[in-house]
């Protein structure tokens, strides 16, 4: 069993910030990459930004300069610190992790449950 349990959501007026946090925990080999994903309403699941087990990141152009994603790998947490918050932003923010069960050793896809942010005045 896999769990993605995400935190740090919340409501912030604009211009503000907020810095999400995702604990995986479970029957692991080894997690690949990391990431986080939005849905606001009515609208597909986006990528945000998405960190490699080595450190390598990559943002949608949208959060570009102001949000930066981080890890700990000896935690096995991932971290998204978002400033400068703009309306648009508002959405459901889900964790992803791509990892390699410890039992199996299948790779495959895990989803947290999700956090809401919304910025507004």
């Known amino acids: 069993q896999v769990q993605l349990v995400e935190s740090g959501g919340g409501s912030v007026q604009p211009g503000g910030s907020l810095r999400l946090s995702c604990a995986a925990s479970g029957s692991i080999f080894r997690f690949n990459t990391m990431g986080w994903y939005r849905q606001a309403p009515g609208k597909q699941r986006e990528l945000v930004a998405a960190?490699?087990?080595?450190?390598?990141?990559d943002y949608s152009d949208s959060v570009k300069g102001r949000f930066t994603i981080s890890r700990d790998n000896a935690k096995n947490t991932v971290y998204l610190q978002m400033n400068s918050l703009k309306p648009e932003d508002t959405a459901v923010y889900y964790c992803?992790?791509?990892?390699?069960?410890?039992?199996?050793?299948?790779?495959?896809?895990?989803w947290g449950q999700g956090t809401q942010v919304t910025v507004s005045s």
């Open positions: 960190i490699t087990s080595g450190g390598s990141t």
């Open positions: 992803n992790a791509d990892a390699i069960n410890r039992w199996t050793m299948f790779r495959n896809d895990y």
